[in-house]
Every structure is written in C-alpha cells, then in structure tokens.
C-alpha cells in the first residue's frame, strides 16, 4: 500500500506530516527525514488500529487530486510504501 503523505515545514519546530487518507493520522519531527520515518511507523500503527476495530484500509488518493487541496498548499509530497506484512497479522 502506498499511502501520499503532506509534509510542512514548521517554523522553529521541525516539520509536520499528514497521511490525508487516514484519518488522526499525523506525526511530527526534528528534520524531514525523521518525520518521514515517523510518518511510516505512524501509518503502520493507524492501519492496525483500523483493523482491530474490523475496518478495511482506506484507499489512496489520488496525489494530483490531493495536491489542490488549499489545505496542503506549500507542502512538500511524499509517498509512503507500507508492506502488508510490516501491520500486525490478525488474531
């Protein structure tokens, strides 16, 4: 699954990233790539919860539908490759 992931530069406090596709899914760090590397484990551990609770995986967006969004104007975009086998297997 490849999920598109927005990252912000914030003033004084490292870089903040959103996965638009899963929702409460956003992380932050000290330097782009540690929020990159956050991001992933942070997509991971939303997926999980999503099938705890019994729900399917949400869809990717679209990254040029996602990318005119004024939300996420001046973002720098990313894609994030998780691997099935990186969730937690079923119980």
């Known amino acids: 699954m ?7 530069n914030i003033e004084f406090a490292g870089y903040g990233a959103i996965a638009p596709d899963l929702p409460h899914c956003h992380c932050q760090g000290e330097t782009l790539e540690g929020a990159l590397q956050k991001m992933a484990e942070t997509i991971v551990d939303r997926l999980d919860e999503l099938q705890a609770a019994g729900d399917p995986p949400p869809q990717a967006g679209e990254l040029d539908l996602l990318r005119k969004n004024p ?21």
């Open 2 to 8: 490849r999920y598109p992931v927005v990252v912000h």
């Open 71 to 91: 939300a996420f104007a001046g973002g720098v975009w990313a894609i994030i490759d998780i691997e099935q086998n990186a969730m937690s297997p079923k119980p």
